[in-house]
Antibody, heavy 122, light 110 residues
């Protein structure tokens, strides 16, 4: 079975840093693009960042561009999100999600992790 | 403010049918495929529908999806108490060049 397990969440002060990890199992990790999607308190889902199968292409939401960095290690079946210069509005549950292409050549998310909680507060 | 618009909540009795709407624009729903996800707090979101109306293996046919123009709809028949969850629509936005979601709809099975 496909499993995605996030870790590394916690409480951090504004301006601080945190690194989230996602351990993948049950599928050929190096065949899929991956993403991070977050849900703020009382809010809907928001795509944060994505990376292609070999790490050669990455993308970021405008709200995190320049502050967050996504990376992966296919040998370790692992995905990471380095979060710097954190702000109160980054407080959210962060899910890693597997990307899959739809019939139009764009992608959607077919498997999700339970999420890692990040709280940015002084 | 989410790019796609969903009603905040819907409710129906066990055994009944409910529909959840998702409204967008020509840059997203109007020209791209829609997916639907079920999320029970504390658990991983689950894919219910992709490509507007296709179900992944293991998803019962009580769940259905449709799309017309710039709107999409999730239908759930034979409601069960276990269906109580938040439901999200998602699609690609060609202008933003990213996956966008609705704000979520909380389903209550009375």
């Amino acid at each position: 079975d496909v499993q995605l397990v996030e870790s590394g969440g916690g409480v951090v002060r504004p301006g601080g840093s945190l690194r989230l990890s996602c351990a993948a199992s049950g599928f050929n990790f190096d065949e899929y693009g991956m993403s991070w999607v977050r849900q703020g308190p009382g809010k809907g889902l928001e795509w944060v960042s994505g990376i292609n199968w070999n790490g050669g292409s990455t993308g970021y939401a405008d709200s995190v561009k320049g502050r967050f960095t996504i990376s992966r290690d296919n040998a370790k079946n692992s995905l990471w999100l380095q979060m710097n210069s954190l702000r109160a509005e980054d407080t959210a549950l962060y899910h890693c999600a597997r990307r899959r292409y739809d019939s139009g050549g764009n992608y959607f998310f077919d498997y999700w992790g339970q999420g890692a909680k990040v709280t940015v507060s002084s | 403010q989410s790019v796609l618009t969903q009603p905040p909540s819907v409710s129906a009795a066990p055994g009944q049918k409910v529909t959840i709407s998702c409204s967008g624009s020509s840059s997203n729903i109007g020209n791209n495929y829609v997916s639907w996800h079920q999320h029970l707090p504390g658990t991983a979101p689950k894919l219910l529908i992709y490509d507007n109306n296709k179900r992944p293996s293991g998803i019962p046919d009580r769940f259905s999806g449709s799309k017309s123009g710039t709107s999409a709809t999730l239908g759930i028949t034979g409601l069960q108490t276990g269906d109580e969850a938040d439901y999200y629509c998602g699609t690609w936005d060609s202008s933003l060049r990213a996956v966008v979601f609705g704000g979520g709809t909380k389903l209550t099975v009375l």
